[in-house]
């Protein structure tokens, strides 16, 4: 990239103003948005605007559209809501309010304006832009505004962000807000769980979405739930009886509770509703059992926003800023969205009809098609559904395959999870399905039982690993596993785990060559919090890590706001790998995050302190710098603690932390449950036909490089990579791929913080098409 690119971005926003505003109903994760936007903003030269509540602060003027500071929008990372408020505005719908809002605009000199919100705010923002000319054009005859002004704002540039917990967006896999919503949802599940279990009761529970699905169903999967009613989706006509026998199948197989999800829009067939009082009724009345119903209301727009959902925020509104600025008279009003794990911007029109499209369809009864328009990701997830919740597990074993699960290396919380969904897959296609103790160590032990279907009941929400895992390689003991593998007829093996799962893999491969016994299909499912399995964008485990390293943050940032000019220093896990320190930086605002792949000397370190000393001048007192565990031998975090405290003298004090093994604990995030229950069914339906295409002469023989991978989540797919591929992509010795797609947010972090460097922008997400990406690759 060249010097002048470098420098455009720093320069891009020169002499041009950008406004922010939030409207609709609220999310979690909008106020890490308006924060990017406004300090990217800054970063780029631009002046930026706070339009406080939503459009009607736009139609008021006044003091609701102030002009934002970098200081202004620190501490506002953590908190839920949005600081800058949201308004439901009649005002905007009428032209004549229109009017007063480009009047408004104008009298500033603002052309750029952002908007969070869902689509009905994203509509509004768009026939504003389709007017404005002819907006200026009244303006101007009755005199309000001069030629100058009219000329200088010739035309708007709109950028939206989707802020829904609904979810209910198309062209977008993941809304700012929905993942703090599931938090929410799945906190108070597993608090329900407790005591349905103590009085073996049926909860019905219903949760918001009153077009979408998307809340209840991925809470179905994230807790094992034994039905859901969705608006997409209505149930057979005879679904009471359906529901009836499958709550009392639960219940001979042993589990004391039943959780039954409700979208608030959930229909049958004829568009009728079906509420939470409805299916208790139902329950008390046929089965006679001690059925609640808890309505879970606004408590799922509340609380801090997840970590999952301060980055995206925080990605979004670093990818508006630069849509707005080099936006022009002829690009479409975009939206800035995720697909997979890459930024895109999309036509907000095109986004808005797609979601229009979804409504008209299930007006008009035509189910399949509003699930297909609903893209990729949610039909993927009503599958998986389907299959754990309605399909019932074969009895005869005939023609049935023998696969093993185990876990290898420290454990992560959704191990559990991935197990389960991969047990339970497998005995729905009739297969055997055993599970190994201990890792490659209970495999040469023979610590290897069959797991029937109550076996992983209610595993989903627990976290470390039900099975033990160890980080014990195979290599040493392929005799002892060579004879399991025959006295047990394993034909496949799942293997879930971190580094060392992987590196197992490819011992298993080079072992082949010695053992025939060997020769069976694997697949290894990424599972660590340190996320440096090669393969794998994501691994599971990390977002549960990530999660507990930002709450401490947050408490850490509170306490130093109390006591001020406070610099906390925390070292986070990882291994060599840096991804929790980076993630952990972005999602807590921290100051610095000292990695092993971003090399630092003494001079970064210097500059690093002269930046703190340079902060505790203005009315933001405390700091934050994180230190990934292994980034440098010999700036260790003591060494760099003690750094601090002597530069610091006089001007602050400093603290260390280290976060140590909490970050491997806790219950699974929704994010790790439901990752890892579709990529444990992703794994055993490949398992299935693998080991059918292994039969050699009555028995399996798996020899190709094919039937040993990982499957992992890349870009927009989750895919099946072959071990010895990866061989070529890892660094060994520091246990980490070789490229890794998370590097390209470390600019990010340094601009929130204020450094002034160079934002490197040949990454940028270009205008795509929707009706493109719904028919791309498998996407997750």
């Known amino acids: 990239m060249t010097h002048e690119e470098h420098h455009a971005a720093k320069t891009l926003g020169i002499g041009k103003a950008i406004a922010v505003l939030t409207s609709g109903g609220d999310a979690q994760g909008m106020n890490a948005a308006v924060r990017a936007v406004v300090r990217v903003g800054i970063f780029t030269g631009a002046r930026v605007f706070f339009v406080h509540e939503g459009y009607q602060g736009l139609v008021d003027g006044g003091d609701n559209i102030k ?54 705010s994203l509509t509004g923002a768009d026939t504003f832009r389709s007017e404005w000319s002819d907006l200026l054009g009244d303006l101007q005859k009755a005199g309000k505004i001069t030629d100058e002004e009219a000329t200088k704002s010739s035309y708007l540039n709109i950028v939206g962000l989707v802020g829904s917990i609904d979810n209910d967006f198309c062209g977008t896999d993941m809304t700012i807000g929905t993942d703090s919503a599931l938090h929410r949802i799945i906190e108070i599940v597993d608090a329900i769980t407790t005591t349905a279990q103590s009085h073996q009761r049926t909860f019905v529970l219903e949760v918001m979405g009153r077009h979408c699905g998307y809340l209840a169903l991925v809470t179905s999967l994230s807790c094992g739930a034994d039905w859901v009613f969705i608006p ?3 149930p057979d006509d005879d679904w009471e009886e359906h529901l009836c026998r499958r709550l009392s199948e639960t219940r001979t197989r042993g589990s004391r509770l039943n959780i039954i999800i409700v979208a608030e829009g959930a229909i049958d067939r004829n568009g009728k509703p079906i509420t939470s009082e409805d299916i208790k009724n139902l329950v008390v009345k046929r089965l006679g059992y001690d059925a609640r119903v808890t309505v879970l209301g606004h408590v799922q727009r509340g609380g801090t926003p997840s970590a999952f959902d301060r980055i995206l925020g925080s990605r979004m509104g670093v990818e508006a800023v630069m849509a707005l600025l080099e936006g022009t008279p002829d690009t479409p009003a975009c939206v800035v969205s995720l697909s997979g794990n890459q930024a895109v ?36 997830n009503w599958e998986v559904y389907k299959l754990l919740a309605h399909v019932r597990p074969p009895v005869s074993k005939s023609g049935s395959h023998t696969v093993a699960v185990m876990n290898v290396g420290a454990p992560a919380a959704g191990m559990n999870a991935a197990v389960r969904s991969t047990v339970r897959i497998g005995l729905i296609q009739g297969n055997r399905v055993l599970v190994v103790h201990d890792g490659f160590e209970g495999l040469a032990k023979g610590q290897i039982e069959e797991a029937g279907w109550s076996y992983v009941g209610g595993w989903t929400g627990q976290g470390g690993s039900k099975l033990g895992t160890k980080r014990t390689l195979p290599k040493k003991s392929f005799e002892q596993i060579s004879a399991n593998i025959t006295k047990f007829n394993i034909q496949g093996l799942v293997i879930i785990g971190g580094f060392e799962a992987y590196t197992g893999g490819l011992e298993l491969m080079e072992g082949r060559k010695q053992f025939d016994e060997l020769c069976i299909p694997f697949v290894v499912i990424p599972a660590t919090v340190s996320n440096n399995v090669p393969g794998s964008d994501f691994s599971v485990g990390a977002d549960t890590a990530l999660n507990t390293i930002c709450t401490t943050c947050d408490r850490i940032k509170q306490s130093a706001a109390g006591t001020k000019r406070r610099v906390f220093i925390i070292e986070t896990m990882g291994g060599y790998c840096g991804y929790l320190a980076t993630m952990a930086g972005l999602a807590a605002g ?101 080991i059918k295409e292994s039969y050699r002469n009555g028995r399996i023989f798996a020899n190709t490089p094919d039937s040993g991978c990982v499957l992992g989540m890349r870009k927009r797919a989750l895919l099946f990579q072959p071990v010895t591929e990866l061989q070529g992509q890892t660094d060994f010795e520091h246990r980490i791929p070789k490229e890794q797609w998370w590097l390209k947010l470390r600019p990010i972090l340094k601009i929130l913080a204020k450094y002034e460097i160079d934002l490197d922008t040949s990454d940028h997400a270009h205008l795509e098409h929707i009706t493109r990406k719904r028919s791309g690759e498998g996407a997750v």
Not at 92 to 103: C, N, S
Not at 349 to 371: I, N, P, R, S, Y
């Open 67 to 120: 002009e934002a500071t970098w200081e202004s929008v620190s501490m506002m990372l953590q908190l839920g809501g949005t600081v800058i408020g949201s308004a439901r505005c009649k005002d905007f719908r009428e032209r004549e309010g229109r009017l007063r809002a480009a009047y408004n605009l104008v009298k500033r000199g603002i052309t750029n304006l952002c908007v969070i919100g869902g689509d009905g």
């Open 590 to 690: 921290a100051d610095a995050a000292y990695i092993f792949e971003e090399p630092f000397t003494i001079r970064d370190l210097q500059a690093n302190v002269e930046h703190l000393v340079q902060k505790m001048k203005t009315t933001v007192k405390r700091g934050l710098v994180l230190r990934n565990e292994k980034c440098n031998e010999n700036y260790t975090t003591d060494f760099i603690f003690n750094l601090y405290s002597e530069e610091g003298k006089g001007i602050f004090d400093s603290r260390k932390n280290v976060l140590g093994h909490m970050q491997q604990g806790g219950s699974p995030t929704p994010f790790d449950r439901n990752f890892a229950t579709k990529m444990g069914a992703k794994a055993m339906n490949w398992m299935s036909g693998k």
């Open 232 to 234: 997409e989706c209505p």
């Open 345 to 380: 911007r999309l036509p907000l029109m095109e986004c808005v009809q797609v979601t229009k499209d979804v409504t008209k369809a299930m007006e008009e009864k035509k189910f399949d098609e509003a699930l297909k328009l609903r893209g990729r990701s949610f039909m993927n």
